[in-house]
């Protein structure tokens, strides 16, 4: 899966000086987090929701209500966005644009044709991935074991579940709790809990945990 499948786009931009008010309204109104600074087409920053909410906090202060108003009316965005702008291309794997995100503490990447802005992954995206790729809007037997980090393994439990007619909905694997093992996450639809226990007790290590999910 590639950024490009899953990105948002159009893209919501906006400009360096915009007033940071105006955007923060503008955020709300689209209900957004974050959005690319672009000047003249080209992406020159990206300003997310917690930089604008920085901004607007004032500290404590002799000023009056209206002359506090007054002061942020003139902050614009090119003062508080982040000039340091990583971007993905629409060909980069959804896992390295979580990865790079996961690294950088950040929540969206602009994702860029040669020099064209084209759309923006964000966590938000990457979240609805993860709610596919584990099938949690879907019913069915949901498990949670250790399998032997042994070659066959995952054919053995595969082979199993398909055998006795059931249908795998999702399979997710990580790394275990040592070099010996994996852990494995996996949803079932056609077969029942407890047929579904059968099955693998004698394939998996641990059973961490096994439920129905609808």
Not at 103 to 109: E, Q, S, T, W
Not at 111 to 129: A, H, N, P, W, Y
Not at 154 to 172: D, E, P
Request: proline share 4%; charged share 25%.
């Amino acid at each position: 899966m590639l950024v490009g499948e899953r990105m948002s786009h159009p893209v919501i931009t906006v400009s360096p000086d915009m007033p940071i008010m105006d955007v923060l309204d503008m955020f709300k109104r689209e209900n957004i987090r974050r959005a690319p600074v672009v000047s003249k087409s080209e992406v020159v920053g990206i300003v997310s929701e917690k930089d604008l909410l920085n901004a607007s906090h004032s500290p404590t202060t002799s000023l009056s209500v209206w002359e506090l108003n007054y002061l942020l009316s003139k902050v614009t965005v090119s003062e508080v966005m982040s000039k340091d702008v990583t971007t993905v291309t629409e060909d980069t794997p959804v896992e390295e644009a979580a990865r790079i995100m996961s690294d950088a503490k950040i929540g969206g990447l602009p994702v860029m044709r040669d020099s064209q802005l084209v759309g923006l992954i964000t966590e938000t995206d990457i979240f609805k991935i993860l709610l596919e790729l584990l099938g949690a809007r879907e019913a069915g037997v949901r498990v949670t074991a250790l399998l032997p980090e042994e070659r066959g393994q995952l054919a053995k439990l595969s082979n199993a579940i398909a055998s006795a007619g059931g249908n795998f909905i999702a399979f997710g694997v990580i790394a275990g709790e040592d070099a010996t093992n994996r852990l494995v996450t996996f949803k079932v639809a056609d077969l029942s809990l407890e047929k579904v226990k059968e099955l693998i007790k004698p394939i998996v290590e641990k059973l961490i945990d096994i439920r129905n999910q609808t």
